[in-house]
């Protein structure tokens, strides 16, 4: 009896627990290391190109409605001339117990077999509901179908859907880019590699903060840097099992300002 | 009094599925538009054999089959049929460098990232899904292209994470 | 409901249907359009990308880039993994060039003046009659035997399209090729070859280094390669090869990079040559130094005792003595000095003053350590040239000096000091030949414009200045057909050269600019070992060089030893601090303008991703601001986002406020680049510009303008501002988002005050 009980725990915790999806092909992963970023932006903008983020103005920016699927925080800390200025890419986080996933009624965000936390435009019906659940403020909403001036248009990427009106977006982990490194893989019969996948916002960091990979593999670069000391999670207090492992910044703080605990 | 409010509503409905069926005609029936060149698959894949790819030069390579280039067609036609009426409207078209507006039949709804090159890949026959072209004069859609019929397939061959959505909808 | 009804509206219904579809699928457009190629371009798969070794121009640090073309559109713009500088990466202003590209805002096509000078209103001509009209003015001057009139103001053309326009001017007669950019390094250059006689920029090796003492250099976002630099940053933090780098910076504000530095000091603006002096001094008097000529430098480092520098400086002399130690005790270190050095009225001074600090410390020709540049591929340096700059076109253009004056993708009207008066100077000038692709204030001063292409549909080279130790040549290729009728520059001077005829047309061998490129390279190829050791003909060599976005030879890198002698330098050592137009009494506040990462000079402000891109500091979109310490603020009753009247003896600006605690309580610093007057839609009137109200003076050894020169004063204005940031705290109030561990035993604690 006891071990049909065990078994039905098992079977019930292995949907539950983080982790879990080591079963399957791949977990992608980043990792961002703290003490290399210089917080030069170079990830936004590369982010901007190759996801056909639009512009808004001036005016929606006032009102939050700017399209950075990755953006850079900073804190300013400390009293001159003692002042402190640290910086933090944040991007989706791909939680693997995501609660933006909860909340969609229409299943247009979930998890796939990858690990990824995606998002379906042709199934969003634009409730803002996984925006609200979103611990790490990353969603983003159309609240218009945004125009291009001819000929920027030119410029987008024809790999990478144009959203319209009433649809919510995030970051991808460029889904676009793993899918050609797959496509190219299967065409010779092996894995995916480490190294293979790029994101947009990897391959512009100027200073090599951000890595990109394959959790799964043990070789991969984020495999090792996984088990730096300096690992840490956003917010890992709250249990959303992010994708996105931060190292942390090499820094002398006074003491009572920000706390490094974890 | 009651009449005219029925016959009114009546006229109503009328006007408006009218509206409703002219929008989705083109889901139902088989799509088999006119092209500017009364081209013949039945003659060229059917009679004589030519193999799709042939042609259709990008469909192992890349998301999309590719419309044949005007030169392809020309390879062939500068000697063969040249007579022809329909063969002349093609040299026209050579003659003054203009690429031939073909009319799409299958066209695909927006969201979806269709691959013929992981389907040709697979090992799926063209007729799977763009029925028996070679049979055909006029090339007609048989299939419907919508998601349910894709599904169908995808359970059919048991495709890996076939059913999953960014696998198709990025 | 009646059941008749019912059926009557289900008939309805359905008759309604059927005939709609029947009758959509008689009338219906037939649709979407399948267009084939007409013959298939043999590389072309469509979907699928090429990539294509191209050099990127939005800076003069020269990155090897790979441009993504899809179906004959540039998609994106990466880093050159293969090249030497970038890596494989790029920076905000590189990735944006693709909206310069395709900017609706682009010159279409050669256009000539309708109206009034300024007045913007200009009428296309066809290229023929653009070439000939300038022909014909050329052919006028010459006849008044008055070929030395012509003036061609440029930034640095790198490259062999630098020669040629070199080659042009010579054959027609002038010898008037002004280089100008609001950061062009010329006094940089003028340091390093006053005092160790060198021409090339040399390598800064931060990757290496251990010890990092910058001096105003923001190479995080503008500063000489900031991508090259940048990478250095990462590897010198955590590239685990020698241990984690210390990095402080000298700087009035905190800038970018030094919100990076582990310790800032901020030192009084004017004042860092004194600072690198005085720890020179210190090096020195330690016995760290071993030359021969220790006595002569003791003697010259004299008067720059710690209590002298401290008093000027605003440096605890705890602190200098500490930073000394540390410099010279760290084995490598490296000193640099940026805008935040040279960007004064003594700016030599400052950066010769970094140069004897190496020197002292013995950090040059070592690894992590300043190394030598050879020269590049031409066997000289084209860049050595520390000639005429803008003063001497402005003082010519008001003396009526100059006849004709073509321009090329600067914009002195927007970038120089106001007082300079560059646009009225512009407009004494009979006719102007403006060969810009956008329409910016000073083009719009031109009558004519023959409007080139950017650098994604054109040829060039660019011979990388600063190499990273060894030589490196990046070539451009045009990737995309060009989106307007525009002309590669070269064939416009190819064009005009043939035209003009004369010695101007022999000087022109080759029909187009790139056949020339290539058979420049040609000449390159039998004249460099290297290079035809590479491969057995030319045709291979260039299809290769091509391919991998140029040439560069790492086993060129020559070890060279590097010395400053006191000889050299004791002219340039002065005493005293730089000076500041304005009365302390009248205005008591510094002004730093500075160089945004996505703005540089206001080039980068018609573009709408970096306009929208926040900075990275303040995270403020689609403006320019004034930052202010929050002492000074209070003091001046202003809070974030007032409106603030800016005013020096030269002028004053509108600007928000942006209350910061990263710079000095005397000082206040702008971003340049907003509130252009022209130059497309993104980039008009929005924000102020420092400029405007700066004097117009200059470091008189190179003509460069010193942008920290003068004192302002503030004032609030009612007016509402209209300042958007994008974050909401600059705190994270606890909740630990950025985690941080100590540096630990990686090198001593600091000495905070």
Partial sequence: MSGILTKLKDKLQSYRVPGYRTKFEYKWTMVVDLDRCNGCEACVVACYAENNLPVVGKRDCDISRRFSWIRIERYIEGEYPDVKVKFIPIMCQHCDAAPCELGCPVYATYHNQDGLNVQVYNRCVGTFTCATYCTYDVRRFNWFTYKWDSPLEQQLNPDVTVREMGVMEKCTFCIQRIRVAKDTAKDEGRKVTDGDVQTACMQSCPTDAITFGDLNDPNSKVSKLAKSPRRYRLLEELNTDPSVIYLKRVMDEKKGHGSSHG | MKNLIVNFIILVIFVVTLGVGYLIADQYIGRAPEQPINFSHKIHAGTNEIPCMYCHIYAERAKVSGAPNVQRCMGCHKIIKTESPEIKKLAGYWERQEPIPWIKVHNLPDHVDFTHKRHIKAGRKCQECHGPVETMDRVTRVASLKMGWCLKCHAKYNVKNGRECWTCHI | ?753
């Fill in chain 3, 1 to 753: 409901m009646k059941r008749r009804y019912f059926l009557k509206f289900i008939g309805a219904g359905g008759i309604g249907t059927g005939l709609g579809m029947l009758f959509g699928q008689a009338i219906k457009p037939p649709g979407a359009k399948l267009i084939p190629y007409l013959i298939p371009p043999e590389d072309v798969i469509p979907g699928l990308a090429n990539y294509y070794a191209s050099l990127c121009t939005q800076c003069p640090a020269g990155c090897g880039v790979l441009v993504k073309i899809m179906d004959g559109r540039a998609k994106k713009v990466e880093g050159n993994p293969l090249h030497p500088v970038s890596g494989g990466k790029l920076c905000v202003r590189g990735q944006a060039g693709l909206q310069a590209l395709y900017n609706p805002d682009r010159v279409q096509g050669p256009m000539r003046r309708k109206g009034a000078r300024g007045s913007t209103s200009f009428e296309p001509i066809s290229w023929e009659e653009a070439i000939g009209e300038v022909t014909t003015r050329l052919n006028d001057l010459s006849a008044k035997g008055e070929s030395d009139k012509l003036y061609f103001l440029t930034p640095e053309l790198g490259g062999h399209l630098g020669k040629l326009a070199d080659d042009f001017m010579a054959g027609y007669g002038s010898s008037n090729t002004i280089k100008y950019d609001l950061f062009d390094y010329r006094n940089l250059r003028y340091a390093n070859r006053a005092s160790m006689g060198i021409k090339a920029i040399p390598h800064y090796d931060i990757e290496n280094t251990k010890y990092l003492l910058s001096f105003g250099a923001d190479f995080a976002s503008t500063w000489l390669s900031p991508v090259g630099m940048s990478r250095g940053y990462g590897e010198m933090r955590q590239g685990g090869h020698t241990g984690r780098g210390k990095f402080v910076q000298v700087e009035p504000r905190l800038s970018l990079t030094a919100a990076n530095a582990d310790e800032w000091v901020p030192a009084k603006p004017g004042t860092e040559a004194v600072l690198a002096l005085a720890i020179a001094k210190e090096i020195v008097d330690s016995g760290h130094y071993k030359g021969s000529d220790l006595k002569t430098w003791k003697k010259l480092l004299s008067p720059f005792g710690l209590s002298y520098a401290s008093e000027v400086t605003d440096v605890d002399k705890k602190r200098i003595r500490h930073i000394a130690k540390e410099f010279m005790s760290t084995r490598p270190s490296l000193a640099v000095g940026g805008e935040g050095i040279s960007g004064y009225s003594n700016g030599v001074s400052g950066l010769v003053a970094v140069n004897i600090l190496n020197h002292v410390a013995g950090n040059l020709g070592i690894k992590g350590g300043v190394q030598a540049n050879s020269n590049d591929l031409f066997g000289g340096n084209d860049a050595d040239t520390v000639g005429a700059g803008i003063q001497t076109l402005i003082n010519a253009a008001k003396e009526s000096k100059v006849g004709l004056l073509f321009h090329y993708n600067n914009n002195p009207a927007f970038t120089t000091p106001g007082s300079a008066k560059a646009a009225d100077a512009l407009k004494n000038v009979p006719f102007i030949v403006s060969f810009s692709s956008f329409l910016d204030e000073t083009t719009a001063l031109s009558d004519i414009i023959l409007p080139s292409h950017t650098s994604f549909e054109d040829w060039g080279d660019d011979f990388t200045n600063p190499a990273p130790g060894f030589q490196v040549a990046t070539i451009m290729q045009p990737v995309v057909s060009s989106v307007y009728k525009t002309r590669s520059l070269g064939d416009i001077f190819i064009g005009i050269g043939k035209a003009v005829g004369g010695t101007a047309k022999a000087k022109m061998p080759n029909d187009t600019f790139a056949t020339h490129l290539k058979a420049s390279w040609k000449r390159l190829y039998a004249k460099d070992k290297g290079m035809s050791a590479s491969s057995f003909t030319f045709e291979t060599f260039w299809r290769e060089t091509l391919a991998r976005g140029g040439w560069w030879n790492e086993k060129s890198a020559k070890k060279r030893k590097l010395s400053v002698s006191t000889r050299s330098v004791a002219r340039h050592v002065s005493k005293e601090p730089a000076k500041f137009e304005g009365e302390s009494s009248k205005y008591p506040l510094y002004l730093l303008p500075y160089a945004q990462a996505g703005h540089l000079d206001g080039r980068g402000a018609n573009i709408p991703w970096l306009q929208e891109l926040p900075d990275p500091i303040t995270s403020v979109v689609w403006d320019s601001w004034v930052e202010i310490n929050p002492k000074t603020a209070k003091r001046l009753g202003v809070k974030m986002g007032d409106m603030a009247e800016i005013e020096s003896p030269f002028g004053k600006v509108l600007s928000p406020v942006y209350v910061y605690e990263g710079i000095r309580p005397d000082t206040v610093a702008i971003p340049i680049g907003q509130v252009h007057k022209l130059y497309g839609r993104y980039a008009e009137k929005r924000g102020a510009n420092p400029l405007e109200i700066l004097p117009s003076t200059v470091d008189t050894r190179t003509e460069v303008y010193a942008l920290n020169s003068t004192r302002v004063r503030i004032a609030k204005v009612s007016r509402p501002g209209d300042l958007v940031k994008m974050d909401v705290y600059t705190d994270e109030l606890g909740r630990g988002i950025v985690q941080t561990v100590p540096t630990g035993g990686q090198f001593k604690k600091s000495s905070h005050h």
